[in-house]
């Protein structure tokens, strides 16, 4: 779907007192967005993925900062759930990547139930979008490309940080860091077994755009296992 710049922001009506939304937006929002979610956008064939893609790259341009941020929610064993912020480094109709340390809570969590929920929200453009499914590993070829991608100093990060693990003190920290980087001062800083990419795979796919009065849209797509086909559904808001 083409960026649409003909668009033109609509004024809100009933503005929140703690809002400080900009006199100008940057990204086409409003009218454009209110476009968009008609019956023939969501009848295509190729939906969410493609809607997904463009609300995205309209995040791209509008976002300040981070705009592939997406909160991510597991549950442990008990079903206590738990909520931390990360950040996707790919996506298409598989899922949504992201990379952690696999001893972190997050890792742990997932080891003990294989389902997550996401959540975008890119508040300039008032949207969100929601996806929740089982959670695979992505291949350990996947892993090793997008660590090497990595500036080095993170990938000796890596080593260092026993996240979410008690830290005695920052110093702890420094003196793990010193230590890899003495380690590995020459060559390559390999992938750590247990950093790895992780694929949030959607059963569930929904798509929430501001409208005026609080009426705002609502679309959905379900299915029931993934290799079903996606329904469509809108919400009341
Ligand atoms: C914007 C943002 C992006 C983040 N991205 C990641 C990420 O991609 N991977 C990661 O492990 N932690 C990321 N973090 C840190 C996590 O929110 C969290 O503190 C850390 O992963 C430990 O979470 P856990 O104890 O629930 O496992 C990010 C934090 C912020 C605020």
Not at 36 to 59: G, S, Y
Not at 79 to 91: A, Q, S, W, Y
Not at 129 to 139: F, Q
């Amino acid at each position: 779907m083409a960026a649409e710049t003909h668009c033109k922001p609509h004024p809100d009506p009933n503005p929140s007192p703690n809002s400080r939304r900009p006199a100008k937006r940057t990204a086409p929002s409003g009218d454009c967005a209110r476009e968009r979610l008609k019956n023939d956008e969501m009848d295509r064939p190729d939906a969410p993925v493609a809607l997904f893609r463009a609300w995205f790259a309209e995040a791209q341009a509008g976002e300040l900062n981070d705009p592939n941020g997406m909160a991510l929610a597991t549950a442990d064993a008990n079903g206590l759930p738990d909520l931390r912020m990360v950040l996707m480094k790919e996506f298409d109709e598989n899922g949504v990547v992201f990379y952690t340390n696999g001893e972190s809570a997050k890792g742990r969590q997932l080891a003990e139930n294989a389902q997550a929920a996401v959540l975008f929200h890119w508040k300039s453009l008032r949207r969100q979008i929601r996806l929740r499914g089982p959670v695979e590993w992505v291949s350990e070829a996947e892993s090793d490309a997008y660590f090497a991608s990595r500036p080095r100093d993170s990938r000796i990060g890596a080593w260092a940080s026993q996240q979410s693990r008690p830290l005695e003190g920052r110093f702890a920290l420094e003196k793990a860091v010193a230590a890899y980087a003495a380690r590995y001062a020459v060559g390559e800083v390999p992938r750590p077994a247990y950093w790895h990419g992780y694929r949030v795979r959607p059963l569930y796919w929904e798509f929430w755009m501001d409208k005026p009065f609080r009426l705002h849209d609502r679309v959905t797509w379900r299915r029931d296992s993934l290799d079903a086909p996606f329904e469509m559904t809108r919400l009341y808001p």
